[in-house]
């Protein structure tokens, strides 16, 4: 498919103007043994946080010498686990910025297959090339070409199909009266909505339906002189999961919100550049040297004069997102301070200690799948094999012939090996299950492949609700764990067996740091709690090009029931589907 690009001239943002984006022209007895790498305690107190009536003077820390490949497809096998709305990066001080941001970007595709865009400052100009697809299909030599200057930032999104989807494409750029501005965001505000309306009251007017256009527009009223504190200006008036990198002509800055729900790594090159990252893994690509994460509540400001950080606030107790090490970071990604790889191996040997069953052979659902199970089997003391063979050729269209193939979806991405699972004993490993569709599918294709029994292990705990923080889940109605229980979910995807890792089990594994991470999916406890009638769903609206007032794009919102309470917690609850 080929990618629609473009260069973006600068226009003008300001309290009653709109953004014009791209236009096509612990430790416990069963703690981690894992390697992780070292973790800096955040230098602030919360009674250090900024106050914009008196700000103090910045401290200086150191000084710095998914596919839409068709409705048949979709719901089959993709859509049938949540899905990260987003990858980003940012780079300053490497003359190769740009060719950087585009590797690191590689390594973060699995964040987001929809599109993908690079910004880069060449003597104070911004400049963009953005565009629909995979970032091998977006970016070419000549593309990159475009794109000089010793600094960039970088991001890759999931959202959903649209004519006009290249609005949406990230990063955002414009220019405001002190400057020009690029972002580029991870998350979902949970109070978009309200400052969008508020906005408009006052003649802002908006070209998207991202909630990460409010972020510019707030940064163009601020009142404050200095972009560090319009920036904070900013995200004081914002709610919910926040992990971005903004770049001006002169600065890269890295901000991520209180709770730290979404990742936000920094390292080095050996050129001194600094890289900001989602994960761990796109640092190793560029041979970037982890240095640590951008610590929830933190501002980080690089520019000539070195590394500034500041508090951003008074930060709550951590809320980092765990289906990060279930399922969205890559096993070799080091996520809020813990290998992902042995978090998994971790959660298999729990489920072959607490779910065990009589097998022959271990198999995994690839990719996500296959630490877990490589963990069960070694603790259950029998072999894993691969008993699936994912294809990672199917391309973004197909042709189904005539007489419908039952389970069609699934079998173009993955295939039975007979030959280990004829008469066959199965344990069957995945990371999780949402709707149950593409299980049932997996086991009626083991059976049919003459596996004896099948017994099925997720290595996660049942999800029963849906996220607002900036990950792609089904309303809780669609979530077959919140509707059923565990034996009549193994009765509908007819496996012999059906064990979930136990939710006590994962939070003994953490250890002391269990209560820094977010478990709104598990258990309806939800950190922040959407503050309006509505919440915005996420991902962007079906038709993410309507322009006008919020009544207008009434579709993209779905009611928030604010009634409910478990153990005290504001709950929220999504009705109506994605």
């Known amino acids: 498919m080929a990618a629609a690009t473009t260069t973006l001239t600068l226009p003008s943002l300001s309290s009653s103007s709109s953004l014009s984006p791209p236009n096509p022209s612990v430790q416990t007895s069963l703690s981690l043994s894992s390697k992780t790498l070292p973790k800096s305690h955040f230098p602030y107190s919360h009674s250090h946080s900024v106050s914009l009536s008196n700000p103090p003077k910045p401290f200086l820390l150191a000084s710095a010498a998914k596919s839409p490949i068709s409705d048949f497809f979709s719901g089959e096998y993709s859509d049938d686990k949540p899905r990260e709305e987003c990858g980003v990066v940012g780079i300053y001080g490497d003359p190769e910025a740009s060719r950087l941001c585009y590797l690191a970007l590689h390594a973060l595709q699995h964040r987001g297959q929809e599109g993908a865009g690079i910004v880069s400052v060449n003597e104070n100009v911004l400049q963009s090339v953005t565009g629909v697809g995979l970032v091998s299909e977006v970016f070419s030599e000549a593309k ?61 007017i908006f070209n998207t339906s991202s909630d990460t256009e409010v972020v510019l527009h707030l940064i163009a009223i601020s009142k404050h002189r200095p972009f560090l504190l319009r920036i904070v200006d900013a995200c004081e008036q914002l709610e919910g999961a926040y992990s971005m990198v903004f770049i001006t002509e002169d600065k890269l800055v890295a901000v991520r919100d209180p709770f730290g729900f979404r990742p936000l790594v920094m390292g080095r090159r050996s050129n001194g550049a600094v890289v900001f990252a989602s994960e761990t893994c796109a640092l190793d690509l560029i041979e970037a040297t982890y240095e640590r994460e951008v610590f929830p509540g933190e501002v980080v400001v690089v520019d000539k004069n070195g590394i500034q950080s500041l508090c951003l606030m008074a930060h709550p107790q951590p809320k980092s997102c765990i289906f990060e090490h279930i399922y969205f970071a890559l096993p070799n990604s080091v996520v809020y301070g813990r290998s992902v790889y042995e978090s998994r191996r971790k959660f298999g040997e729990i489920l072959a200690t607490e779910a065990p069953v009589d097998c022959d052979v271990v198999i995994a659902v690839p990719d996500s799948g296959v630490v877990a199970a490589l963990g069960y089997a070694a603790k259950a003391g029998v072999a894993f094999q691969q008993g699936l063979i994912r294809s990672h050729y199917v391309g973004r269209t197909f042709i189904e012939p005539s007489q419908k193939i039952r389970d069609f979806g699934v079998k173009l ?3 039975p090996v007979r030959a280990v699972l004829e008469g066959k004993r199965v344990v ?84 002391s740091e269990s209560p820094n991470y977010c478990y709104a999916c598990f258990s309806g406890n939800y950190p922040v709690e959407p503050r309006e009638i509505k919440v915005k769903r996420v991902g962007d609206f079906v038709d993410d090009g309507l322009n006008g007032s919020l009544e207008s794009i009434d579709g993209g919102w779905v009611q928030a029931n604010r009634n409910q309470n478990l153990d005290n917690h504001p709950t929220v609850e999504k009705v109506g589907g994605i």
């Open 144 to 204: 990159l070409d475009q794109l000089p200057g010793d600094s960039a930032i970088g991001h890759v999104r999931y959202s959903t199909a649209g004519s006009s989807m290249l609005k949406n494409v990230q990063p955002f750029v414009a220019g405001y009266r002190f400057g020009s501005v690029g972002v580029a965001h991870n998350g979902n505000l949970v109070n978009y909505r309200s400052l969008r309306a508020k906005l408009e009251d006052t003649g802002s």
């Open 413 to 415: 991405k993955l295939s």
């Open 428 to 511: 069957v490993v995945d990371d999780s299950i949402v709707r149950g569709t593409t299980s049932s599918k997996i086991v009626r294709l083991l059976k049919e492949a003459g596996a004896k029994e099948v017994h099925m292990r997720i290595a996660c705990p049942p999800i029963i609700g849906s996220c607002y923080y900036g990950v792609d889940t089904p309303s809780s109605e669609e979530l077959i764990s919140n509707r059923m229980s565990v034996e009549e979910i193994r009765e509908f995807i007819g496996s012999d067996s059906l064990a979930f890792l136990p939710f006590d089990s994962l939070k003994k594994l953490l250890g």
